[in-house]
């Protein structure tokens, strides 16, 4: 038997799996790392974290498999999204990686409107938004600029990553997409956008597709992790792209609903003609020549992840969630908003915080839970309505990410979408569409729809209950309406963060 491995660069821990040419996941392994948040609205990763991280999860899966080095073919990898890593001329990290949840660029994102105008649109097809790579870039270029000469090449997450395993630097197309310095549809970096805002177009580095094959891994690399030097490595692509590719959105109407840190909402796109205007972000796809649109909730899984270390260190996420089952959709009248970090989809916004709305006496720890897991789904909603208001069906969504391993909240998933929720057998989608692109890259497959058609297995199937759909819509419009009603308060607020 042969194997390929998958690597998900997230934003919580990295997850390795092994999986085998008949696409059963043989092992699987995660490593977890902090955030660094110095200030409110900063999000930071030491990337020296990720590659420990990742030695240490890919150890583990070949010592629990006790797969032979040799049969391991290929390896590929997904990542956190826009998230800068600044290297200078002897390949050394110059600062802690800034992040895609990281909001301190507003300033930045002004300028880049005000210097490219409608240009920024039509050239990278997505609005300045303070997640993506750009403005962060500008923000080290102003208020670190000793640490920015000394920059030679910037890369994101997962290109560290691959680099360190590989020593060759690349950067794929569906995540220098989420830079705001690629030319989305002609697929080359936008010399146009770097003259305009002062950046050396040098410090770009080389494109690939998520399908290239960028070498092999290094001798060192080989011991550390059991691995063969021989192993073939794949580009990868963006956590979003891979993950579309782990829950077959390849064609069609098809959608995926992640939930990681992040929540994302994501439809394919079979060319680059698609106008949404920038209301949703548009990529390029892991998949050669297409793209998908996607909203995206920067507080999701991490909302949850928040109200758990705060209200309820000592619970599971299973035992937490419990109470999912045997309270009403409302929690007895309580609403979240799940603003933690800002927002992005419908609302981008680095000021907003979140809400509970109608605390009452009687509300116990299950209703403020049921409430959290219910803000994060409303605003995933959002993304869905904007997708369907473009005129896609959105019937069915395929389900994936941390959030995907509890089946109450895939059920309300379903009742608040009004849409049929799919699970697959591993809700690892990201780290899965990494292994494929392995499997494609090895020639196991002609192409990634092949290859999804063996390795990807809807496990179960939540249909939405017509009733609660009912009271959910009622609900969700009063979630829609907390936004416009909070705004002005947190920004009075805002100082005294
Ligand atoms: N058993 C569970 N049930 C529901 N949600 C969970 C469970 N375990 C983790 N999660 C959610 O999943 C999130 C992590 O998802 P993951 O896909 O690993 O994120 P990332 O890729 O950003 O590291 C956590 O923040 C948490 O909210
Ligand atoms: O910023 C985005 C997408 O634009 C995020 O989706 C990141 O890519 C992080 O993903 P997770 O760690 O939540 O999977």
Redesign the pocket.
Known sequence: MKYVLGI?L????VKAVLVNDAGDVSAEATAAYPLIQEESGYSEQDPDEWVKGTLLAVRSVMSESGVAAERVEGMSFSG?MHGLVLLDRDRKVIRNAILWNDTRTTAQCRTIEQVLGDRLLTITRNPALEGFTLPKLLWVKEHEPELYARADVFVLPKDYLRYRLTGQIAMDLSDAAGTLLLDVGAKRWSAEICEALGVDSAVCPPLVESSDEVGTITAQVAEQTGLSPATKVFAGGA?NACGAIGAGILGGEATMCS???SGVVLSYETDGSADYGGRVHFFNHGQKDAFYAMGVTLAA??S??WFRETFAPAVA??SL?APLGDTSPGAKGLLFTPYLAGERTPHADAVIRGSFVGMDGAHELGHFTRAVVEGITYSLRESVDILRASGKRVSSITSI???A??EH?LQLQADVFGAEVVKLTTEQGPAMGAAMLAAVGCGWFGSLAECAERFIRPAKTFQPNAERQKQYDELYSVYCDVYAATRPLNERLAKFR
């Open positions: 998900d997230g934003t919580s821990s956190q956590d939930i990681g840190t899984g991490y949850l992840q996420f299973d969630l990410g941390g959030g391993k509890n909240w």
